[in-house]
Structure formats: C-alpha cells, structure tokens
C-alpha cells in the first residue's frame, strides 16, 4: 500500500466507513475488521490513491483519431467541425463514457475544460468528482459585454450541478481566442463567484509570437477577422495574463511551455499551479515544457493527459514516466504528482489524493505481481492493470 504522505505499508489495509471515508489505515494485522465488514483481499498488487487527472476535455471523448492535421491551427479548426456534428445527448454520453474510462484507468478525480456543459453535468449525473471549467472565447474587445451576458447566463445554468464532489470553474480559453478585456473580465466573475480559473497558457510558439510582436498563424488568422493588434508592447503569454488579473493561488496554468525565469517568477509570486502535459506538449510539437524549472521553484504541479484527441488513450501512468524523465523526480515522488500533487493543484488535498483517516476513500488497484518496489511496479504498469477503483467508498470499477 502507498498512503502517499505516510512510507508504504507491506501486506497494507483499509477500512472504509458507511460515509465512504477513510477510518483506518495501516498495516493489515493493525486494521480494525468490524462484523458487518465487506472484506476484500487483492494478490500482488499495489493500494494507493485514486489518481488525479489535471487537465482533460472529456466532452470529447470518441473523437481519437479524427483530428489529425500536424498544424496546430488547423488542429483547432477540425476540433470545432468535429464538435459542429454532435448535439447535446450525444456530448453528455460522450463525457459519461469518458468519466467511466478515467474510472477504469484507476483516475477518481478530474480537472475538465470545455465549453458545451457537458462534462459538469455528467459529473453530477454519475456522482463523480471533478471540477470543470466553462470555457470562454472571443477576441474583439468591443464585444466583451455582450459575451460576458451570455457566458455568466450559462455559468448560472450550470451552476446547479455543482453540487458533492463536482466543482464548475472559469476558463477563459487561450490567449489566441480571447481578448484583454475578456480575460479581466472573467477572471473578475470567477473570482465573484469564488470558483478556481483554469487557462491553456504558453501552450503553442505561435502564441508567444502573437503577444511578442503579433506575427506567426494566430495574428495571420485573426487579421482576417479584423482584429489588428493584441498586446500593446511586446509581452509573453504569462505576463500578458497577469496584466489581466487572471493569475492567483485559484489558477491553474496548463501546458506552460513557453515561459522564461521572469515568467516563472509571476507564477510563484501568484501562487498558481500548474497542469503538466508531457505527451500533449510532444504530439503538437510545442516542446517540452520546463517543469525541472517549476519543480526548483516550488510550484504545485499536476499531472495531465489533455483530450484523446490529442493522445489516445488517455494514460495518466505514461504522462507520469514522461513527466519523470524530464523532472528527474524518484518514482515516490512521481507517484505523488500522480495523486496528491494533483490534489494540491486542485485545492483539492483536504479531501482526496492519499491514503488518509478522513479523507474519501478514493482508491485503486494496480495489479503489479509481486514486488519490493512498489511505486516503480505502478508506473511500470499500464491502464490495463488497474484492477479496482472507489471513488467516495464505491467501487466504480
Ligand atoms: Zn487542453
């Protein structure tokens, strides 16, 4: 058993109350067993906490493979003529087949993002834990008003289904789709409503290039469409957001690839996490992200997997060797950014992403065979190994 905040445990146990927390945890012979107890005993495996996934976009889910053009831009524009064919049943099945496969992969809790309101509703439907950012977009500034009428409509629509375990957010989408003006202003309404802002950041070279000196495809693109300028002075996606109010100890940064020491620096001062993307970052060509760096300054760091669309299957365990590599952590500490790093990210640590008297009993079982290594067997292992997760005390798979 890997606890996480406390050594592994040889022949480890867990007691899971009626609530469905943790109220024990320890070595089996120490682990009380009531009367009424469903007990439960798994071989050569390895207990540790439900993972944490970071970063997805499980609206759409059934999409892997379809969108394949090398360049980003045209990526993004066969993602909106993919999501054009689908209505709103076909998108909640499409996220409660993605939350039922974060389950199966041993991932008990998610940090979505999207803009259909799909995935929150499919959390709550499923009774399922995560938090989903509602996405927001445009990039004229004399339109901010009207656009923020519509979108706090549909946060106040959506906000019914925050409710348990399912947190609603803020996302004010990329630098190269929303306006100055837009990122203040959603950031101010998140903030109002005291819900946590996840932003794709620094995610493609050509988006540093749009803020530096408006060159590269996005200012092509958004020439055409009138718009003619979009950082007065040359600045970088992380400045440029700070500027805007976006950043605090609430936000999560995903991707976060092209950042320099200055950057790095705004992220600690404001407190952010970030959601680490390893083999999203390679499959765009965007390059690795400098997260050695963000380890050396402290920040809280997540683990994530982006959208199938980007790398199918969704493996959180191959982003964790990957995030390993470029990090240098040891396999504990690669574990514990699969789980409570991920928590921690999420705000989230009071409540999940260890093995904790308290905590939910969010679980799983990674069949490993027999081993003295516990932590290596898990990241050696594949999604095909998970073979049981709880979420909140219910086995989910
Ligand atoms: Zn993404």
């Not at 394949?68 to 099945?93: C, G, M, S, V, Y």
């Not at 390993?324 to 640590?349: I, K």
């Amino acid at each position: 058993m890997l606890p996480i905040d406390a050594e592994p445990i040889a022949n480890g146990a867990l007691l899971i109350d009626e609530q469905g927390r943790i109220s024990a945890v320890g070595p089996d012979e120490a682990v009380p067993t009531p009367e009424n107890a469903l007990v439960q005993h798994f071989d050569d495996s390895v207990i540790l906490p439900g993972l944490i996934n970071t970063h997805t976009h499980l609206e759409l889910t059934g999409f892997a493979g379809m969108a394949n053009d090398p360049d980003f831009w045209e990526w993004i524009k066969q993602i909106i003529a993919l999501k054009a064919t689908r209505d709103d049943e076909a998108f909640f099945n499409a996220a409660s087949a993605g939350i039922r496969s974060c389950w199966a992969a041993g991932v008990t809790t998610v940090c979505d993002m999207g803009n259909t309101g799909s995935v929150i509703a499919a959390l709550d439907a499923l009774g399922a834990s995560g938090i989903a950012h509602h996405e927001a977009f445009d990039m004229h500034t004399e339109e901010t008003a009207v656009v923020m009428k519509r979108f706090s409509r549909e946060l106040d629509r959506l906000a019914k289904h925050a409710t348990g375990r399912v947190g609603i957010g803020v996302s004010p989408h990329a630098p190269y789709t929303v306006s100055g003006s837009l990122y203040r202003a959603v950031s101010e309404l998140g903030r109002a409503h005291g819900v946590p802002i996840g932003v794709h950041v620094a995610e493609p070279a050509d988006e540093s290039a749009l803020l530096r000196d408006f060159t590269g495809v996005f200012a092509d693109a958004l020439r055409k469409r009138g718009v003619t300028h979009v950082s007065a002075v040359p600045t970088s996606p992380i400045a440029w957001l700070d500027q805007h109010g976006v950043l605090g100890s609430r936000t999560l940064c995903v991707h976060a690839i092209h950042t320099d020491d200055a950057d790095t620096a705004i992220m600690v001062q404001r407190g952010v996490a970030v959601a680490h993307c390893p083999r999203s970052n390679r499959r765009h060509h965007h390059a690795d992200a400098p997260v050695g760096r963000y380890v050396d300054a402290g920040l809280r760091i997540g683990l994530g997997t982006d959208s199938e669309v980007s790398v199918a299957p969704l493996d959180l365990l191959a982003e964790a060797r990957e995030a390993r590599m470029l990090t240098g952590w040891s396999a504990a500490d690669t574990v514990r950014a699969l789980t409570l790093g991920g928590a921690e990210a999420l705000g989230l640590e009071s409540a999940t992403g260890s093995l904790t008297t308290g905590k939910w009993a969010d679980v799983a079982v990674v069949r490993t065979g027999e081993t003295k290594a516990p932590a290596d067997a898990v990241l050696a292992s594949g999604n095909g190994d998970v073979i049981a997760t709880w979420l909140g005390g219910r086995r989910v798979h």
